[in-house]
């Protein structure tokens, strides 16, 4: 079975071999003449050619082209020079100043102050280190108080697991008092929205915009609640004045 599955994959590569030499033969002697693609490439290839020797005829055009003095090689020339005294400069500054001595200043000794307050309290950190590094911390007031909250917690945690676990089996579909006690106040709370639906239709045409006693005690309201909270403003702001006056005078 594998011999003739062989042989037949032989002879198919065999034809497809044959196919292709075929189709070569074919093709050699064609001639491709002009087509969109190679008239494109022949126009770049040209205007290639134009554009590199316009650049050798321009170098060569340039070649004994004697570049005088302009604005911008006058402004260079200027920075190049500075720049030159600058640096001239800094070393003669630099060779003047390497056999100075410096002494002692006000900074020079704001500075070691710091330096050794720093090294003061990095070797105190290292002596704590080193004295507590054998320290046994036992039992306080706060590890106490952390452990009765953690037993506390697994106490909780277990509660609930096994509250959970007698109940997995209770069906919460029954009646019970308090499900009676929820449909009552679901009901009451709908006739309640319904309540209020009704009113608002009742009430949407009529003009909210005239006076009623009502609205005359709100006003009255408000007034007293804006008169209240003007005096409290100016009440405190006579204590900040008094309390001013008795700071500066003493």
Request: aromatic fraction near 6%.
């Amino acid at each position: 079975m594998d011999m003739m599955f062989y042989m037949k994959k032989n002879k198919e590569k065999a034809a497809e071999k044959e196919k292709e030499r075929r189709q070569k033969e074919e093709l050699k002697n064609v001639l491709i003449t002009d087509t969109a693609e190679t008239n494109i490439r022949k126009q770049q290839h040209e205007g290639e050619k134009k554009w590199k020797a316009e650049g050798r005829e321009t170098r060569a055009n340039l070649k004994d082209v004697v570049i005088t003095d302009t604005a911008e090689t006058n402004i260079r020339k200027q920075q190049f020079e500075g720049e030159k005294k600058w640096k001239q400069e800094n070393r003669e500054t630099r060779a003047n100043l390497k056999d100075v001595n410096i002494t002692e200043s006000a900074e020079t000794n704001i500075r070691k102050e710091q330096f050794k307050g720093e090294k003061d309290y990095k070797a105190k950190e290292r002596e704590t280190r080193e004295g507590l590094k054998n320290v046994v911390i036992t039992d306080t007031a706060e590890t106490d108080i952390r452990k009765q909250q953690f037993e506390g917690e697994k106490k909780w945690k277990q509660t609930g697991r096994q509250t959970r676990e007698e109940l997995k089996d209770v069906n919460m579909a029954t009646s019970t008092f308090e499900t009676d006690i929820r449909k009552e106040q679901h009901e009451r709370e709908k006739e309640w929205k319904q309540t209020g639906r009704k009113t608002r239709e009742d009430l949407k045409d009529v003009n909210m915009a005239t006076a009623t006693i009502e609205t005359d005690i709100r006003k009255e309201q408000h007034t007293r609640e804006k008169q209240a909270k003007e005096t409290e403003r100016n009440t405190k702001k006579a204590n900040e004045d008094i309390n001013m006056a008795s700071a500066f005078y003493g």
